[in-house]
């Protein structure tokens, strides 16, 4: 029998094992239980991988060990037994197992799923090892020893003995590589007692730099009043939440550098969270000047030796700091103290996979758990989190002035429309040429940005800015193949027009650029220029972000072109220029949070320029210049922003002001999926009215891609403004998936999506 759900327990003596299988099904989505064999008592702990069998065949299956106890669900006749221990796997702290638990019931997943989510590092690796080589002997004895093996014609030990009576220590890989010795001829000579031979483990650190200690810069009385208001109110035990909203170049990172140097002098531990990998390079470097080799990072580009590594000496108090996109969060640091979330806007903190958790909130729910501190950062910071700073949810701190004393970028906006009644079809504006032409003479740099989020093939008019738009909802339509134009929300669907339904212009067209377009073309406009590009082709090696970044900060490249990974928290003294060319491409993105993502990124971008001292412009392009989002970064006025788009989010029960969940149904079969699909949005709509619930669904339509690698897609949409109805539904539909035998359709679930499915 099935060691088996915790039903009816029964004490009895003896010691138990609740364990997870490892098998991502719904249907096995809760612990069984398995008795521990003698010779394993006092070895299995929670967080363990064991094998158990499973099954009727009891097939060999792995899983984790959720609690030991001594609570029996059946008689011990009736237990299976745990076949073992797997070997090299990486224990799961008890922390880890409780926090996986809670993403388990908030965002809708499998417990096994999460574990995994909450263990980036799977397996444990063999630490490196230095050896060395030691005479053991005096000089004139190992001379003699050296005579003899010369005069027996042993050239190999000669060799190495030679070089010991200059040097008593030699490095191992010397010895063997330069020297050529092998390792028998070393191990002779240790046995007669003239060498030793020695090893001591060290860690593959990825940090490769080699810089001097600098210390702090002194604090503007802004940045000091938010530093020790922090460290306050955590050495009075209040474990608080704080969103610190700094214009760009306010000097954010210094107050989070000074905040860590507090928490390093109190023994605490801090976890430095940046949006984008490619953010590592520069924030390393200025963390590694601070602190030292206390300081390390985690993130997907380090090897399976490096991360592991990393994750000891964190688990061993051997770091203070630790720097990496979302997974960082769950290194095993023992006294947590600080997390610091910076940039806490991007969407990259939203997982695109099971489960989708937002690593925002689950900060939260960190810090709570260990009594630690959060300190979100943002120029530009989401809805969200300013909406719960006005609600007393964080406390909010502001940062007005430039460190420099300088002033924000001007910002020129540039309507298309009349660049092409003028004759100018070139990507590039023509005050954006002339700028750029400025900047080359006087050997500054500049930043071009291609805005190409969500690119979806939009469809707009080139003579008067008119973008195909959805009748029922307030998303432009996406342009499909076959010359048809979707809702990817209600499942709108019409034939591409000829012509502009507003002016009749045939050019009515959808937008597509890249970044190597751009490229040629400024080679093609200035001939000696010097170009870099920082795109998904260019940064698909270890260190490519760096080596990209560090090239154009050592003054190699006139410009950057990119695409928004060029813009998201980097500082280069000499850029001057900021070219946004297509602003419009993630303004029309099929998402209700288009202007805001268009708001962030262009004051994200704007704010590269003039950071060194010296003026700095930006140069907005557009085809829509009267567009509230675009009008607002311009004037980089985040407040003005906030005010106008959550009166938007109000009135349509949107994320901030109400919680929205997605749910995504998959399928090989389209009736299937569709099939099913409607079954839950009954579900969902019946469950709520018997609830007399404040929430509505919306759908099923087909999700944004319809199809991936032959895999249909469908989605529904349910909005409350109570957070728990809508983890309610997701219980029911739960509890309804496990009724139906389901052998080619899936579901997900998705808590106030950053993007449309």
């Known amino acids: 029998m099935e060691g088996t759900d915790r039903k009816n327990k029964k004490m009895t003596q003896g010691r138990y094992a609740n364990i997870i299988i490892d098998i991502s099904h719904e249907k096995v989505d809760r612990t069984f239980q398995y008795k521990i064999p003698k010779e394993l008592e006092g070895k299995i702990e929670a967080g363990m991988c064991v094998q158990i069998p499973f099954g009727a065949g009891n097939r060999l299956r792995q899983g984790y060990v959720i609690e030991v106890t001594d609570q029996a669900e059946f008689p011990d006749e009736k237990q299976k037994e745990v076949a073992g221990i797997v070997t090299g796997s990486m224990p799961v702290e008890t922390d880890a197992i409780k926090l996986a638990a809670w993403m388990k019931e908030n965002y809708g997943s499998t417990m096994i799923a999460a574990l995994k989510t909450v263990l980036p590092v799977k397996q444990t690796m063999k630490h490196k090892e230095k050896k060395k080589i030691t005479r053991l002997l005096p000089v004139e004895e190992t001379r003699s020893v050296l005579g003899e093996c010369i005069r027996k014609?042993?050239?190999?030990?000669?060799?190495?003995?030679?070089?010991?009576?200059?040097?008593?220590?030699?490095?191992?890989?010397?010895?063997?590589?330069?020297?050529?010795v092998t390792a028998a001829t070393l191990k002779s000579l240790q046995n007669q007692g003239v060498i030793s031979i020695e090893s001591e483990n060290y860690y593959r650190n990825p940090v490769k730099l080699e810089t001097a200690r600098e210390a702090g810069l002194v604090l503007s009385k802004e940045q000091a009043d938010i530093r020790d208001n922090v460290l306050s109110d955590f050495d009075q035990g209040k474990r608080k939440a704080y969103l610190i909203h700094g214009i760009t170049g306010s000097g954010k990172t210094e107050v989070y550098l000074s905040l860590i140097e507090g928490m390093i002098r109190r023994k605490k531990q801090c976890i430095m969270l940046i949006p984008e990998i490619a953010l590592t390079y520069q924030t390393l470097l200025r963390f590694y000047k601070r602190f030292g080799d206390r300081v390390s990072a985690m993130n997907s580009t380090l090897s399976a030796g490096e991360k592991f590594d990393q994750w000891e000496r964190a688990r061993k108090g051997e770091l203070d700091v630790i720097i990496g996109p979302r997974s960082a969060l769950?290194?095993?640091?023992?006294?947590?103290?600080?997390?610091?979330?910076?940039?806490?806007?991007?969407n990259s903190y939203k997982s695109e996979t099971m489960p989708r958790y937002h690593a925002r909130e689950t900060a939260r729910y960190l810090a709570k758990m260990k009594k630690a501190t959060l300190v979100l950062g943002s120029a530009t910071p989401s809805l969200e989190a300013y909406y719960g700073a006005k609600q007393g949810s964080y406390d909010l701190f502001t940062l007005n002035k430039r460190l420099t004393g300088g002033d924000l970028a001007t910002v020129s906006i540039i309507d298309?429309?009349?660049?092409?009644?003028?004759?100018?079809?070139?990507?590039?504006?023509?005050?954006?040429?002339?700028?750029?032409?400025?900047?080359?003479?006087?050997?500054?740099?500049?930043?071009?940005?291609?805005?190409?989020?969500?690119?979806?093939?939009?469809?707009?008019?080139?003579?008067?800015?008119?973008?195909?738009?959805?009748?029922?909802?307030?998303?432009?339509?996406?342009?499909?193949?076959?010359?048809?134009?979707?809702?990817?929300?209600c499942g709108y669907e019409m034939r591409q027009p000829e012509k502009c339904p507003t002016c009749s212009s045939p050019y009515l067209l959808?937008?597509?650029?890249?970044?190597?377009?751009?490229?040629?073309?400024?080679?093609?406009?200035?001939?000696?220029?010097?170009?870099?590009?920082?795109?998904?082709?260019?940064?698909?090696?270890?260190?490519?972000?760096?080596?990209?970044?560090?090239?154009?900060?050592?003054?190699?490249?006139?410009?950057?072109?990119?695409?928004?990974?060029?813009?998201?928290?980097?500082?280069?003294?000499?850029?001057?220029?900021?070219?946004?060319?297509?602003?419009?491409?993630?303004?029309?993105?099929?998402?209700?949070?288009?202007?805001?993502?268009?708001?962030?990124?262009?004051?994200?971008?704007?704010?590269?320029?003039?950071?060194?001292?010296?003026?700095?412009?930006?140069?907005?392009?557009?085809?829509?210049?009267?567009?509230?989002?675009?009008?607002?970064?311009?004037?980089?006025?985040?407040?003005?922003?906030?005010?106008?788009?959550?009166?938007?989010?109000?009135?349509?029960?949107?994320?901030?002001?109400?919680?929205?969940?997605?749910?995504?149904?998959?399928?090989?079969?389209?009736?299937?999926?569709?099939?099913?699909?409607?079954?839950?949005?009954?579900?969902?709509?019946?469950?709520?009215?018997?609830?007399?619930?404040?929430?509505?669904?919306?759908?099923?339509?087909?999700?944004?891609?319809?199809?991936?690698?032959?895999?249909?897609?469908?989605?529904?949409?349910?909005?409350?403004?109570?957070?728990?109805?809508?983890?309610?539904?997701?219980?029911?539909?739960?509890?309804?998936?496990?009724?139906?035998?389901?052998?080619?359709?899936?579901?997900?679930?998705?808590?106030?999506?950053?993007?449309?499915?």
Do not use: W
């Open 510 to 757: 959808g937008f597509k650029a890249g970044t190597q377009q751009i490229e040629q073309q400024l080679y093609k406009r200035f001939p000696d220029i010097r170009v870099l590009r920082m795109d998904g082709d260019t940064t698909r090696t270890k260190d490519s972000y760096q080596k990209i970044l560090s090239s154009f900060a050592e003054g190699e490249a006139d410009v950057l072109v990119g695409t928004q990974m060029i813009v998201k928290g980097h500082d280069f003294p000499n850029v001057t220029l900021v070219g946004v060319l297509a602003a419009d491409l993630s303004l029309n993105d099929n998402d209700y949070r288009a202007g805001e993502r268009t708001f962030q990124l262009l004051t994200q971008a704007a704010g590269r320029a003039g950071r060194g001292g010296k003026p700095g412009v930006a140069v907005i392009q557009t085809y829509r210049p009267d567009h509230y989002s675009i009008i607002k970064a311009a004037s980089q006025n985040y407040e003005d922003f906030y005010e106008e788009e959550i009166l938007y989010r109000e009135l349509g029960s949107y994320p901030p002001a109400a919680h929205m969940m997605a749910v995504l149904v998959t399928s090989a079969r389209e009736e299937r999926g569709e099939k099913l699909a409607r079954q839950l949005t009954v579900l969902a709509k019946n469950f709520l009215k018997e609830g007399k619930a404040k929430a509505s669904v919306i759908g099923p339509a087909k999700a944004s891609i319809g199809k991936i690698n032959d895999i249909y897609r469908f989605v529904m949409y349910c909005k409350a403004f109570d957070y728990g109805q809508l983890t309610s539904v997701k219980d029911k539909i739960e509890q309804y998936l496990e009724t139906l035998v389901l052998k080619e359709e899936n579901v997900q679930f998705d808590f106030d999506p950053v993007d449309s499915l």
């Open 416 to 489: 298309l429309r009349q660049e092409l009644k003028s004759g100018n079809r070139s990507i590039f504006s023509r005050k954006l040429q002339e700028l750029m032409e400025d900047r080359l003479q006087k050997k500054e740099q500049m930043i071009l940005f291609l805005n190409r989020r969500g690119y979806a093939g939009f469809v707009s008019c080139r003579a008067c800015g008119y973008v195909m738009k959805c009748p029922h909802c307030d998303v432009s339509l996406s342009q499909h193949i076959g010359g048809k134009l979707v809702c990817h929300y």
């Open 330 to 346: 769950f290194v095993p640091f023992p006294d947590l103290g600080l997390i610091i979330m910076d940039e806490e806007h991007e």
């Open 153 to 180: 014609h042993q050239a190999a030990k000669a060799r190495v003995l030679t070089e010991l009576c200059k040097e008593p220590v030699l490095p191992y890989e010397l010895v063997t590589g330069r020297l050529n």
